[in-house]
């Protein structure tokens, strides 16, 4: 399942997936090829079942500059018909569901962040499960300063992660904010004094991750999720459905067994999906 692509690298070892943004060169914008690219990769790892973590990392001085602007060049903007403004909409649909797999996927995804995360970024770390980040990283809502609103999941996600009036002033001024604010915010779950530090703390939190029993950590990602964009009541019903349908005796066995003795559960992967899905 290792590779390399135009846009990426990914590796894979011990049930842990590490996709690398590898267009350092090019402050690692997001061309037409990433958009290609991502689902592919991120659809094949969720299939194949074997995958229990992705780290979702990158190269270069900078996370990523946002949307690369050779993607507006084919008349990606145009607007002057109905039926551009329709093929508009559709095709910003279709980014917000690419990022969307982010969420979607049954693994937990680890963003790990240096330097500059921009624009489209800041969409994409938003749909992470956990943020980690260096000092000098600072996020940007890049959109309202070339004259758009940002519309792949910032201005949903974002302020669930931190204060509204927080995304508010954000948004409107096209102002950075610092790794340091973000994670007195609460939006960077740790702070590091650079990539290397940043990655193997990454690591080390998806190989205890990938420890657990995979079901469960899937079926608390989807409960998170789901408890998010639902009242209580029926996340706690969903919760319960879950358990019920879901829970497997034997891997609660291994999990406490392997408490009481201090060794290490072992645990099947998931299925992989139906070709269909």
């Known amino acids: 399942?290792?590779?390399?692509?135009?846009?990426?690298?990914?590796e894979v070892l011990d049930g842990v997936a590490e996709l690398t943004l590898a267009r350092g060169d090019a402050l690692n914008t997001m061309s037409?090829?990433?958009?290609?690219?991502?689902?592919?990769?991120?659809?094949?790892?969720?299939?194949?079942?074997?995958?229990r973590v992705l780290i979702l990392a990158s190269t270069g001085k900078h996370f990523t500059a946002g949307m690369d602007l050779s993607v507006f060049a084919d008349g990606f903007l145009q607007t002057q018909t109905a039926r551009m403004r329709e093929q508009l909409q559709r095709r910003a649909v279709w980014l917000q569901e690419i990022f969307g797999l982010f969420e979607a996927c049954r693994f937990p995804v680890i963003a790990a962040i240096q330097g500059g995360c921009v624009g489209g970024g800041v969409d994409m770390v938003c749909a992470c499960d956990l943020r980690f980040a260096t000092e000098d990283a600072f996020f940007c809502i890049q959109e309202i300063n070339i004259g758009m609103m940002a519309d792949l999941g910032t201005l949903q996600r974002l302020p669930l992660l931190l204060p509204e009036a927080v995304v508010r002033e954000l948004a409107y001024t096209g102002d950075r904010l610092s790794a340091f604010e973000a994670h007195r915010l609460g939006f960077v779950n740790h702070l590091f004094p650079g990539s290397a530090a940043m990655l193997a703390a990454a690591r080390s939190t998806a190989a205890r991750i990938a420890?657990?029993?995979p079901l469960a950590i899937s079926g608390s990602k989807q409960a998170i999720t789901l408890a998010r964009d639902v009242p209580v009541q029926l996340g706690l019903k969903i919760a319960a459905t879950w358990q019920a349908g879901m829970l497997d005796p034997a891997e609660v066995a291994a999990a406490t067994e392997a408490q009481r003795t201090r060794e290490v559960a072992r645990f099947d992967p998931l299925a992989p999906l139906p070709k269909e899905v």
């Open 211 to 213: 420890a657990k029993s």
């Open 32 to 51: 037409a090829e990433f958009w290609r690219e991502l689902p592919e990769i991120l659809r094949e790892l969720d299939a194949h079942g074997d995958t």
């Open 1 to 10: 399942m290792n590779r390399t692509t135009e846009c990426f690298t990914l």
